[in-house]
Every structure is written in C-alpha cells, then in structure tokens.
C-alpha cells in the first residue's frame, strides 16, 4: 500500500486509521462564531461509505481472528443500514456470506444498497434503530437466527460488542487528536450504537479530560435513521453517560433542513444525522464563543433521497416529465 500514490492491493488497506485519516474539513459559509474553529470529519469518505466502516471492519477482523467464520458460517446482523452495508461488502469480500435484519422504516435506498453489496435481507416490522426487548424486533429475530443456525451465523451484535467502541478508541480518537495537533475543546457526535462517541470521547478524554464531548440527538418520534432519542438510550449497552458532558436536543425535521443547508452553502453533501449534529454543534459554539470543534458527519446524503422529498416541502414537486 501506499498513502502517497494511493494505489492499493486490496480495499481494506483503504479503511481509515492514523496513517490515512478520513478528512476534516473546516466549516465556513454556515460558521455563526469564525472564531470557533469548527470542523466536520467526513466519514462518507471510508471506502463502504459511513462511520460504520471502522466497527464493521473491527468486528469482523475478531470473529475471523477467533476462527468463528469460514465452512459455510456467515454473518448475522441487526443494522438500520450503515452496518449492514460496510458488513455485507466486507464478508463477500473476505468470501462469507451475509444476513441483514433490517426495520421496516429503514429507507428503501438503503435496502437496495444491502442487496447491492451482498447481503441476505429481512425486513422486520421495528422501530427505525433496531432495540433489544422489542419481541420480535429486528435484534431478536438476528439472535433467532444465530441460535437456531449455529453453524450457519455468527453475530457480530453491534449494540452490545466492546470491539465496536475500540475501533473507534484506536481510529477515530487518535486520528481526530493528531489532525488538530491536539487542540481539540469540542466533540460533536450523533447517537445510534453509541460505539462512536464512547470509543472517540474515551479515547480524546485520555489525552486531554477538558475536551467536551456533545451528543446531538432528535425529538422523540423522530425519522433519522441511525439514530436514538435519549428514551430509547437504556437498550444501548455501549452507553457511558460518564463521556458525555452535555446532550442537545434538536427538532428532528431541522436534520433534513440542515443537511440540505450544508449541500447547497458548504459544497459538503452531508447526510441528515450530519445535519442534525451541525445544528446541535451551533447551538453550543453560539453558547461556548471560542475553542475547537470537530462533528463527525457519520455518511453523505445519496441514500436519502426519498426521506428527504419527505421532509423538504416542494423537493418532490416538478419531478415529473
Ligand atoms: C447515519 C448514521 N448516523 C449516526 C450513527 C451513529 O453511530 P453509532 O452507532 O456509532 O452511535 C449511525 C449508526 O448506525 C448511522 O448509521
């Protein structure tokens, strides 16, 4: 491999690590308080797409280390989308197959993409982020199936596996610690597992205990897929409240509304839970005035064409020839 020319043998020596950080690129135009450095970490950039790239790598590289894949077992996996997508296309790569357990709500660019990339789909009737208890949701039916075909699934189980929080303790914090040359104050996050913000908070927390860490979450009954209200926090078992210094709600429609903002002023084609953040992050730089900011946009907006003629009035109007 090679960072210079960037010519690879194989797309895994393309996932994000200190050595080949994804960017951060600073926000201009939408910066309500210039001196506030505010910076959005472009996780759309990792080679399957999203934030979830760095888990689903971690994950599967354990269950491959602890020889739990290969003669005929596969992957079983719960997943709003993201997961799913970076898991289906790595498996195939590494030449294992894959089952995604998808809610119903998850948007149909998403399902289309999982088939895409390889996997086996269920489409489960489920709240739109997948949640341990529900009977019948979409992790139960995952955890059916890895215990009914032993021999057939292993389940990674993003929601409750540690490996998920230390790909992003050992990609994620390091690499957002050595791009700002250690001068980052602010941390701003989105929740769904909660892999990303306890793995980077603990992580940017060992090097400096002042850095905040803010997560942005939507009203309850919200339509952003990946993501969690606080009421449904207690199921995500990788949750530490501890790593966490404050927590801002934000109207759920504004990710939509946000994200389209960011397309049209930043040239950045963020998706809503990026958009969501961002307006989490501007409250808190109007509140703070002065400092380093970093928000990890967790993935682009190209799967959420339809969510967005949903939300964006006139977006769907004149479509038609
Ligand atoms: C679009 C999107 N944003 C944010 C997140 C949240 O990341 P995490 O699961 O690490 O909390 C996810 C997770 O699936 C996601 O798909």
Redesign the pocket.
């Known amino acids: 491999m090679n960072h210079q020319t960037r010519v690879y043998d194989n797309v895994f020596e393309l996932l994000p690590n200190e050595q080949n950080p994804s960017p951060l690129v600073r926000i201009n135009r939408m910066n309500p308080v210039p001196e506030f450095a505010l910076y959005a970490k472009l996780e759309w950039m990792n080679p399957f797409g999203?934030?979830?790239d760095r888990?689903a790598w971690t994950m599967l590289q354990d269950l491959e280390h602890r020889g739990e894949l290969g003669n005929g077992r596969g992957i079983v996996e719960p997943?709003?989308?993201?997961?799913g997508i970076s898991l289906a296309a790595m498996a195939r790569a590494r030449g294992f197959h894959m089952r995604a357990v998808v809610p119903n709500k998850v948007p149909l660019e998403k399902k289309v993409l999982l088939k895409i990339a390889g996997a086996q789909l269920d489409v489960v009737s489920d709240e739109l982020?997948p949640a341990p208890g529900l009977g019948d949701g979409s992790i139960n039916i995952a955890k059916t199936h890895a215990k009914a075909s032993r021999d057939k699934y292993a389940m990674p189980n993003?929601y409750e596996n540690e490996k998920?929080v230390e790909a992003?303790f050992q990609t994620t914090g390091p690499e957002i610690w050595r791009q700002t040359e250690g001068k980052i104050t602010h941390l701003f996050?989105?929740?769904?597992?909660?892999?990303?913000?306890?793995?980077t908070s603990r992580f940017l927390r060992s090097k400096n205990p002042n850095v905040k860490v803010i997560a942005v979450q939507p009203t309850e009954g919200h339509d952003?897929?990946?993501?969690?209200n606080v009421t449904q926090l207690g199921v995500?078992k990788?949750f530490d409240s501890s790593l966490v210094d404050d927590i801002v709600e934000v109207e759920f429609r504004l990710a939509y509304s946000r994200a389209m903002e960011l397309c049209q002023t930043e040239g950045l084609l963020a998706?809503?839970?990026?958009g969501l953040i961002y307006e989490g992050a501007r409250e808190i730089i109007l509140r703070d005035k002065a400092g380093c900011g970093v928000m990890?946009f967790?993935?682009n907006i190209f799967k959420y064409t339809s969510n967005m003629m949903k939300h964006i009035p006139g977006l769907a109007s004149g479509n038609q020839a």
């Not at 952003?224 to 969690?228: D, M, T």
Request: proline share 8%; glycine share 16%; net charge positive.
């Open positions: 999203s934030v979830k888990a997943t709003s989308g993201n997961t982020c993003q998920n992003h996050v989105s929740l769904g597992t909660c892999g990303t913000v306890t793995g952003v897929p990946g993501l969690r995500s990788l998706g809503p839970s990026s990890i967790p993935d």
